[in-house]
C-alpha cells in the first residue's frame, strides 16, 4: 500500500529504538539507490527520508520534499514504494508525502556543506578529473565542445558535473537545455541534471536580461562559489567551460583545484603561434597542464555533392599541437546539425548519437583519456592567492538570489 497525504505524520518516525533490525538495514540500503531525478542526487542525501519504521511486514516512510520539489510527490513515493517492495519480508509499505520543515531544511544545507567539503577534496586529490575546455578568442566552438564531452561522458556512464565558468559569456544553460533555478539548502547550490549531466552556471542564478558585470575579486568568488558551494556528490569528471582568452579565471580554478588539465579549442584559420603562446602563457601562469587540442570548425563537406571545403583553412589544430607539445584530440567539421542541435537546446552526442561529428565527440572522449593517462602526474603549488577547496575556504554567495535560497 503507498499512502500519499500531505498531512504531516501523526507520530514522528524515528530509529532511536534500538539498533536497527536486519529487515530495516537493508530497507535503508535499498532506499539510497533512489535518486532525485531532478538533480541526480539520491533522496536520502538530501534529506527527504528523515524517517523510517519497521513493524513486522510493515515499513513506513517519511518522504520529507522540500516546496519547490511538492511535484515529485508521486514520482518518489512510488519509486520508494518499488525499491522496497522488491524486498523479502515487506508486505506493507506506506509513504507519507510532507512539506520539509525550515528546520530540517537548513540541517540537510549543514550536512550538505560538511560532505560537499569532503567531496571538493577530491577534485584536488585527482579522485575526480578536472578538465577545463578553453580557447585563445572567443566564438571558436569551446562552449559547444564542453557541452558535447560533458554529455558524450555521461553518455558512456561517468559521473558528470559541467561547470559554466564563463560568468561574463555563459552559454551553456541554453546549449545543453537546462533552465529553471537550481534548489538551495542554506548556503549549499544543487546543481541541475540534465542528459545525465550535473549543471551549475551564472546564467541559473541570474535573470536573463541582468547584465552580470564581475570584475577581478568578485569573478574569484563566482569561480570559488560555483566549486565550492555547489553540492556537486561524487563525480568522475567535472568538466569547466572557462571564458575565451587568458585572465583571472583559470588563475582562479588552478587556485582551487590542484591537477586540472586543459583542452585548447581552436580553428584551423587561428594564428597558432598566437593562441599557443596565450595559452601556453596561460597554462603557465596557472600551473594548469595542457591534455590536447580540438580543431573545430575543421572543413565543411557538402551534404548534396559531397564535396569537401575548407571554409576556415587548414592546419592550425597541427601547428598549435606541434608547438604545444601535444595531440590534437580531434577535429569537429563545421556541421548544420550541431549548430542546429545546440540552437534548439540538445547536444548533437543526445540528439543524433550516429551523426559523425557525435561520433568524433565521443572518440575524443577515449583520446582524451589516453592523454591525461600518459601525462606525468605531478604535484602542482597551489597559489598564495586563494586558498586550496577542502582547506577550509571561505566563500561568499554570488548573487542576491543565491544568498536568498
Ligand atoms: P565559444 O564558446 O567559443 O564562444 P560557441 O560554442 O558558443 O563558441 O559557438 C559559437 C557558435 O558557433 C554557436 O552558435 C555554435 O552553435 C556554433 N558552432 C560551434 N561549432 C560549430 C561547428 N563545428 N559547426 C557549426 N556551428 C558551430
Request: with cysteine; hydrophobic share 45%; aromatic share 2%.
Amino acid at each position: 500500500m503507498v499512502t500519499m497525504s500531505f498531512e504531516p505524520p501523526a507520530e514522528q518516525l524515528t530509529d532511536e529504538q534500538g539498533p536497527p533490525s536486519l529487515l530495516e538495514s537493508t530497507a535503508r540500503r535499498s532506499l539510497r539507490t533512489i535518486l532525485d531525478p531532478e538533480v541526480g542526487l539520491p533522496i536520502e542525501e538530501l534529506g527527504m527520508l528523515p524517517g523510517l519504521l519497521v513493524e513486522d511486514d510493515l515499513v513506513r516512510v517519511d518522504l520529507a520534499l522540500v516546496p519547490e520539489r511538492v511535484h515529485l510527490a508521486d514520482h518518489l513515493s512510488n519509486a520508494v514504494a518499488a525499491a522496497l517492495g522488491q524486498l523479502m519480508g515487506i508486505r506493507r509499505i506506506e509513504v507519507l508525502p510532507r512539506e520539509m520543515t525550515s528546520v530540517e531544511r537548513d540541517e540537510v544545507g549543514q550536512r550538505l556543506g560538511a560532505a560537499q567539503g569532503r567531496q571538493i577534496a577530491r577534485l584536488s586529490d585527482g579522485t575526480t578529473k578536472v578538465v577545463a575546455i578553453a580557447s585563445g578568442k572567443g566564438g571558436v566552438g569551446k562552449s559547444t565542445v564542453a557541452v558535447n564531452l560533458a554529455c558524450a561522458l555521461a553518455a558512456q556512464g561517468k559521473r558528470v558535473g559541467l561547470v559554466d565558468l564563463d560568468i561574463w559569456g555563459y552559454s551553456v544553460p541554453k546549449m545543453i537545455g537546462v533552465s529553471g533555478t537550481p534548489l538551495g539548502f542554506g548556503e549549499i547550490l544543487l546543481p541541475m541534471q540534465v542528459h545525465g549531466v550535473k549543471v551549475a552556471s551564472i546564467g541559473l542564478l541570474v535573470d536573463d536580461r541582468t547584465p552580470v558585470v564581475w570584475r577581478g575579486p568578485l569573478l574569484h568568488e563566482a569561480v570559488q562559489h560555483l566549486l565550492t558551494r555547489v553540492y556537486w556528490g561524487d563525480l568522475d569528471v567535472l568538466v569547466a567551460d572557462l571564458p575565451p582568452g587568458t585572465g583571472d579565471v583559470p588563475m582562479s580554478l588552478a587556485g582551487l583545484v590542484r591537477d586540472a588539465v586543459v583542452v585548447i579549442v581552436t580553428t584551423p584559420q587561428e594564428t597558432a603561434s598566437a593562441v599557443a603562446e596565450r595559452a601556453g602563457r596561460m597554462a603557465k601562469t596557472a600551473h594548469l597542464r595542457v591534455a590536447g587540442v580540438i580543431e573545430n570548425m575543421a572543413g565543411y563537406e557538402c551534404p548534396h555533392c559531397g564535396d569537401r571545403s575548407e571554409l576556415f583553412g587548414q592546419g592550425g589544430g597541427d601547428e598549435l599541437a606541434d608547438l604545444l607539445k601535444v595531440p590534437v584530440l580531434g577535429r569537429i567539421p563545421i556541421s548544420v546539425q550541431l549548430r542546429r542541435s545546440c540552437d534548439e537546446h540538445q547536444p548533437v552526442v543526445v540528439a543524433a548519437r550516429a551523426d559523425a561529428v557525435a561520433k568524433e565527440f565521443i572518440a575524443i572522449t577515449s583520446r582524451l583519456d589516453r592523454s591525461t593517462r600518459a601525462m606525468v602526474r605531478r604535484h602542482v603549488p597551489v597559489t598564495s592567492a586563494s586558498p586550496a577547496i577542502g582547506d577550509g575556504a571561505t566563500v561568499r554567495p554570488i548573487c542576491e538570489k543565491a544568498r536568498t535560497m
